[in-house]
């Protein structure tokens, strides 16, 4: 009974310990993210101004003077300033996250596990980053081009009746509706450029197969198409354009999964290898030592 006891006490120390460690990690995180986030905070305005050059660039062209936004309700403009905070705090904080968690998983990992988490781990934000500049870059000022052209001026003359006159439509936009808008084109593309990465690492873990990821490739582009049906306005070039580097980026997966396996292939070979040397190998002293005996 005694010894039960001791034995329940032993498993239930390192689990302590492991609390102990998750909650100091959650600590450094939450606090790195809170400092980011009151720093994003005092400079709300540059980056909200940032995050509309691609409006406004769209809107010059088009001949506007003033590409001001509005704000609907009155608590809407502490929203937004919220909004960008939360957004901020978390890019800015991110490195830091990670690493905490890497303190925090790594001590459970063998050397070799190691070396095949810890490169995905720093590729991840890296192509989170090349997402989301290729949607601030690229995407955004051809969907904001394409809604500002449904909007036409207005030529009401006042002896005329109103059947000759032409109703205006011009653009007032949500200072809130835009930075949702923009929010998620930016979390889109950087999450649909995380598809490399996620595949590679199953691949790496055996989950995934190149062979599978090519047998499934017409499932792949049937759900592209969706996705980019989903994600982007409906706006047929800004579709095409993100089904075009999603479907490129799963063509990288299939590649790097590929040579993943192989990687893997080839260090099984050299342990075989090596094993099958060790028993045929035979030691002049163990021989020796058989023939006497």
């Not at 100091?24 to 101004?49: E, G």
């Not at 936004?69 to 929203?79: A, D, R, S, T, V």
Request: aromatic share 12%.
């Amino acid at each position: 009974m005694t010894e039960g006891k001791d034995n329940l006490e032993d498993s239930a120390a390192p689990l302590i310990e492991h609390l102990t460690e998750l909650r100091q990690r959650l600590i450094y995180s939450v606090s790195a993210f809170t400092i980011a986030m009151l720093a994003c905070f005092t400079v709300w305005k540059p980056i909200f101004n940032f995050l509309t050059m691609p409006l406004c660039a769209s809107m010059i062209q088009r001949g506007h003077q003033d590409c001001g936004l509005i704000l609907i309700k009155l608590q809407e403009g502490f929203f937004v300033a919220i909004s960008i905070s939360l957004m901020g705090g978390l890019i800015i904080a991110f490195p830091i996250i990670g690493y905490q968690l890497w303190r925090f998983v790594a001590p459970g990992l063998y050397k070799s596990e190691k070396g095949a988490f810890l490169p995905f781990l720093l590729a991840s934000p890296v192509m989170f980053f090349l997402g989301a500049s290729f949607a601030y870059f690229v995407v955004t000022p051809l969907a904001f081009d394409f809604f500002l052209g449904f909007q036409q001026p207005g030529s009401l003359d006042s002896g005329e009746s109103s059947e000759a006159g032409t109703a205006g439509i011009a653009f007032q936009g949500s200072a809130q509706e835009y930075l949702s808008l923009t929010i998620k084109f930016i979390v889109a593309f950087g999450l649909c450029f995380q598809l490399p990465v996620l595949l590679t690492l199953m691949g790496k873990a055996g989950l995934v197969s190149s062979t599978g990821l090519k047998n499934v490739r017409k499932f792949a582009i049937v759900g592209i198409l969706v996705l980019a049906a989903l994600v982007t306005p409906p706006d047929v070039i800004t579709q095409i354009i993100l089904f075009v580097v999603v479907y490129g980026l799963y063509e990288v997966s299939i590649f790097l999964v590929a040579r993943t396996e192989k990687q893997i292939n080839e260090q099984f070979s050299d342990d075989d290898y090596s094993q099958d040397i060790g028993d045929d190998f035979d030691d002049p002293l163990m021989t020796d030592f058989d023939e006497k005996k």
